[in-house]
């Protein structure tokens, strides 16, 4: 038996999810039958997801046109078929995942002030080439980001999150975490922006963020908040 970490509690929900691979499956199948502690980190995702997996809890219908619309469009221009392919199970993936995290942003204790008209949102960010992603569920009531990378290379720099509204001015919400799950508190100065339809951006920057709150790097991955 071995300490729960992060990264296998996190293992963990992406195996309920049905998230993993053949392979990984295999790997965590013979980890749960070894491992006890594992064993029941796995049956709580399990209670804790049972009510939510079912087809009368399925997101729905009217958010996949809205989710589609938000993404970044793939061309077969640029994008040959095995790319197109690959693009296409990612971008499910990456909606699986931003469900999911809305699910677990939705379950969060209410705050002990109540604000009016809360609006939790969802957002898909991914690349043309299929090379980034990652998610976003955003809570109004409580101006809490959840984030989940899929797949983010930034090299020696750090990811930093950017939002941009109706305005089109991109505005720092800080570095995050571009290799496991994160939840971050969106500053107060912030939250107006955080509208549906507002863009999500992600470009490399150094440690300390873009010097003077002005973007230095490509746009790595995007895509549009939605409403869930």
Same mark, same amino acid.
């Given at each position: 038996?071995? $300490? ?22 295999? =790997?965590? !199948? ?43 469009? !793939?061309?077969?221009?640029? =994008? ?32 002990? $002030?109540?604000?009016?008209? +809360?609006?939790?949102?969802? $957002? ?24 989940? +990378? =899929? ?29 496991? +799950?994160?939840?971050?508190? =969106? ?42």
């Amino acid at each position: 038996m071995t $300490a729960i970490t992060d990264e296998d509690f996190t293992l963990a929900g992406e195996y309920v999810l049905g998230l993993l691979d053949a392979g990984q499956e295999a =790997v965590v !199948a013979a980890r749960i039958a070894t491992d006890s502690d594992f064993a029941a980190e796995v049956e709580a995702w399990r209670l804790r997801l049972n009510p939510l997996l079912g087809p009368e809890h399925l997101a729905p219908a009217h958010i996949w046109p809205k989710i589609e619309k938000a993404l970044p469009a !793939a061309t077969l221009q640029d =994008v040959g078929t095995a790319k197109l392919t690959f693009w296409r199970a990612l971008t499910g993936l990456s909606v699986t995942a931003a469900i999911f995290l809305g699910v677990l942003l939705l379950q969060q204790p209410a705050p002990t $002030a109540p604000v009016a008209n +809360p609006t939790p949102m969802i $957002a898909a960010l991914g690349s043309e080439d299929g090379r980034s992603a990652m998610t976003a569920s955003y809570d109004s009531t409580q101006g809490t980001m959840l984030l989940m +990378p =899929v797949t983010l290379e930034t090299g020696e720099l750090y990811p930093e999150l950017w939002i941009i509204p109706a305005d089109g001015k991109a505005r720092s919400l800080g570095v995050i975490n571009g290799d496991r +799950p994160t939840a971050m508190d =969106v500053s107060p100065d912030m939250r107006q922006y955080m509208n549906e339809g507002a863009l999500l951006a992600i470009t490399p920057e150094p440690a300390q963020g873009a010097p003077g709150g002005v973007a230095t790097g490509p746009v790595l991955a995007s895509g549009k908040m939605i409403i869930l």
